[in-house]
């Protein structure tokens, strides 16, 4: 079965530092994997979608790389700000497209 | 627009009461979930639907069922509530279509306690 792992420890960074988080799969492929974002008391919300023929995308601060050789997508939001103080989701398609699997989330703090 | 509305909220339930989850999306889309996130754990598909109509099992369906009479509403029952089920709740929608598949919008969650 498939399995998602992202960084267990939480993450604290220095207000303006790059913050990395890091999405591992195994026994699996997926056509494509998202990154979602989650707030205390709140549902996930869509960040950034790359595609298995993707290297790099980026929107604003943020970008996403997907290396389908190593399984792994890492997620970097630059220049980072308290507000970006949140849970980070990554999640991949199943085989039909139908169902997600999701990792067990990066909790990032950014101390001002 | 709303987009995807959850009720209720929070709930508390007793030991093999049933009950059922709402979810209503305002926003036409063909695809709905529901998951289950437990603390420090990912978010767990619990059932999907591709249409009205159409629902199908996904990692942890044993002790729910849905129904998806319309395109807009995806109740989630929980027939026999057991202290295992005691969880947040999340129903989601989404649109499939070739370039921009299955991003999720997701509602604010049921928190749900057993006891």
């Known amino acids: 079965s498939q399995k998602i792992e992202q960084n267990s420890e939480a993450l604290n960074i220095q207000e303006g530092k790059t913050a990395t988080l890091t999405c591992n799969y195994t026994?699996?492929?997926?056509?494509?994997l998202q990154w979602y974002r989650q707030d205390p008391g709140r549902g996930p919300v869509f960040l950034l979608l790359i595609r298995e023929n993707e290297k790099e995308k980026r929107k604003e601060r943020l970008k996403v790389t997907f290396d389908t050789t190593l399984k792994q997508s890492l997620f970097h939001i630059t220049a980072s700000q308290p507000a970006d103080s949140a849970t980070y989701l990554c999640a991949l398609d199943g085989h039909t497209g139908n169902q997600f699997y999701f990792g067990t989330g990066t909790s990032l703090t950014v101390i001002p | 627009n709303a987009g995807v509305t959850q009720t209720p909220k929070f709930r508390i339930l007793k030991i093999g009461q049933s009950m059922t989850l709402q979810c209503a999306q305002d926003m036409n889309h063909n695809y709905m979930y529901w998951y289950r996130q437990d603390p420090g754990m990912g978010l767990k598909l619990i059932y999907y639907s591709v249409g009205a109509g159409i629902t199908d099992k996904g990692e942890v369906p044993n002790g729910y069922n849905v129904s998806r009479s319309t395109t807009e509403d995806f109740p989630l029952r929980l027939e026999l509530a057991a202290p295992s089920q005691t969880s947040v709740y999340f129903c989601?929608?989404?649109?499939?279509?070739?370039?921009?598949?299955?991003?999720?919008?997701f509602g604010a969650g049921t928190r749900l306690s057993v006891l």
């Open positions: 026994n699996y492929s997926p056509a494509y």
């Open positions: 989601a929608s989404s649109y499939s279509r070739d370039g921009a598949k299955n991003i999720q919008y």
